[in-house]
């Protein structure tokens, strides 16, 4: 049998499988991660080499399931999370950490940024919102902060770029994951914006199709790429733009929605539109991608078991999901602001906090997981509402995947909540199956990307808003929804207060911090 070996290397796990032509995962595993976290000044990094080992480690792992026995391997492909940079040197040595999605320091830069962007000529505007998770503003803070580290620059990367440098030698990056630092007019590199900013364009690798072979896999590297060396590399995309062709949702008035430990949502449409608050891609010929990441999602729930979990429920959130329905709710529901870590897609604010609104005496643990499931899919609602008004984009449905996806009572609150269909694929690792869809794309295996998503890409099953009692929760979730939207327009300027005082106070938390210990 002929397979692609795809990975999607994401933010709490590192996933590998080989994936035949007909979309079925052969052999499977993964490592799992403990979830970044800022500290009290935004920062959140990692070590690239860590990421390399891991990685390595990852593929062992799936070539030794006595699945790959035989299996002749065609193709390698990255599918990866984006906004995280790894600055290297000319000899692809790391110069620093890398800043991962989470960090948000570089918040003066980003404003700077998008006053100088504002000057601009529309001819040389970029793609998407400029905010302290932009590759820009960090590559600023890295020239104003750390001149000693920024000398040493040749280049920065994506994870997965890094890692398909490190498979290949190859400097390069897709034109998907670095579209915000493109024009939207020619969809080049933004030569003007990095003349203004006195950055040099020339760290920026080549740009090209995710489906575009980089090159082929070099000889003399470790276990396990040392049986693969000759394999060629194709250069991949984001995690969301891989999930999102592997859920078949790549064309117009479809939405997609990557349901893992954090969300994220896009609608697809074949007109380019400017929506405050949302990130407009380009994302595959004529299409746009109108929507984004958000900070929320499963890790809401995991948080919430580790703080507060009986030791009999552990940690295991999909347990806890089968067990809900079976459980008594109070008739009065809490609001939940699902914003643990901040948010990004549509408030950019790493300054708000999350909220549990309306809490008495009489709610329970379930109670609080009920509100942290329908706080996020109120947090997915806001983003399609805003994705679809202004062009009145009517959508056929919106294609789920994601571990979270396997719950079919979360499903259908969002369903009810959002009041389309969702239709659940039978891939849950969408983004590994999307990857793969590049792989034979890559490969003519396939004539298109069209191809490849009619033929590989399965349905499970759909949700209805009206299904079943699920009706009349569809009216009390309008009106739950008006709710949530009060309390985050309230919440949000306390949110920056609190955050601001413990940022003034941070000796006297150490301080406390020190005598606990």
């Not at 950055?199 to 470790?222: A, F």
């Not at 396990?224 to 891989?242: E, H, I, K, N, T």
Request: charged letters at 20%; a negative charge; proline letters at 6%.
């Amino acid at each position: 049998m002929r397979c692609v070996l795809s990975f999607d290397i994401g933010g709490t796990s590192l996933k590998g499988a080989l994936i035949n032509a007909q979309g079925e995962i052969v052999a499977l595993d993964f490592l799992k991660q403990r979830p970044p976290v800022p500290d009290l000044k935004g920062c959140c990094e990692l070590d690239p080499e860590q990421l390399w080992h891991d990685f390595k480690r990852l593929a062992g792992l799936v070539l030794s399931k006595s699945q790959a026995t035989g299996i002749q391997i065609d193709g390698i492909v990255i599918s990866a999370i984006t906004r995280t940079q790894i600055f290297l040197n000319k000899n692809g040595q790391s110069v620093r950490p890398a800043m991962t999605w989470a960090d948000s320091r570089a918040r003066d830069q980003a404003g700077r940024i998008a006053s100088v962007v504002q000057t601009l000529d529309k001819r040389f505007r970029t793609f998407g919102p400029i905010n302290a998770y932009h590759p820009l503003a960090r590559i600023l803070w890295l020239l104003e902060k750390e001149p000693q580290n920024f000398e040493q620059l040749y280049c920065v990367l994506e994870p997965k770029d890094y890692l398909n440098f490190r498979l290949t030698g190859a400097w390069a990056a897709d034109e998907i994951s670095l579209s915000r630092l493109t024009t939207i007019v020619d969809r080049k590199p933004a030569e003007e914006l990095f003349s203004q900013l006195n950055l040099p364009i020339e760290i920026i690798p080549p740009l090209m199709s995710p489906q575009h072979c980089i090159g082929p896999v070099l000889s003399g590297l470790d276990s396990p790429f040392d049986r693969l060396a000759g394999v060629p590399v194709f250069a991949g995309s984001m995690d969301a733009w891989c999930a999102s062709l592997g859920l078949g949702a790549l064309r117009p008035q479809y939405a997609y929605d990557i349901s893992g430990t954090s969300e994220v949502l896009g609608v697809l449409s074949d007109s380019y539109e400017e929506i405050p608050g949302l990130v407009t891609l380009p994302w595959y010929l004529d299409l746009y991608q109108i929507g984004g990441p958000s900070q929320t999602g499963a890790d809401c729930l995991r948080w919430y078991q580790e703080a507060f979990g009986s030791s009999h429920e552990g940690i295991d959130p999909g347990r806890v999901l089968q067990e809900l329905e079976k459980r008594y709710r109070q008739p009065e529901p809490i609001v939940f602001l699902p914003y643990l870590r901040g948010e990004r897609t549509p408030l950019w604010d790493p300054d708000v906090r999350g909220l549990f609104f309306g809490i008495n005496r009489r709610h329970s643990s379930t109670d609080f997981i009920w509100a942290i499931l329908e706080g996020v899919a109120f947090a997915g609602r806001q983003i399609l509402e805003l994705a679809t008004k202004f062009r009145k984009i009517s959508l056929h449905e919106v294609r789920i995947g994601g571990g979270a996806a396997r719950s079919d009572l979360w499903c259908q609150i969002k369903s009810s909540i959002w009041k389309y269909s969702v239709t659940r694929m039978k891939e849950a690792e969408s983004a590994l199956l999307g990857a793969a869809m590049v792989g034979y794309c890559g490969l003519a295996e396939y004539s298109s990307l069209d191809q490849a998503q009619a033929e590989m890409a399965h349905k499970d099953r759909s949700f209805e808003p009206s299904d079943g009692a699920w009706r009349e929760h569809t009216k009390l979730y309008d009106l739950l929804y008006e709710n949530f939207l009060e309390i985050q327009k309230a919440a949000l300027p306390l949110s920056r207060s609190l955050v601001q005082r413990v940022h003034n106070h941070s000796d006297l938390i150490s301080y406390q911090q020190e005598n606990a210990q």
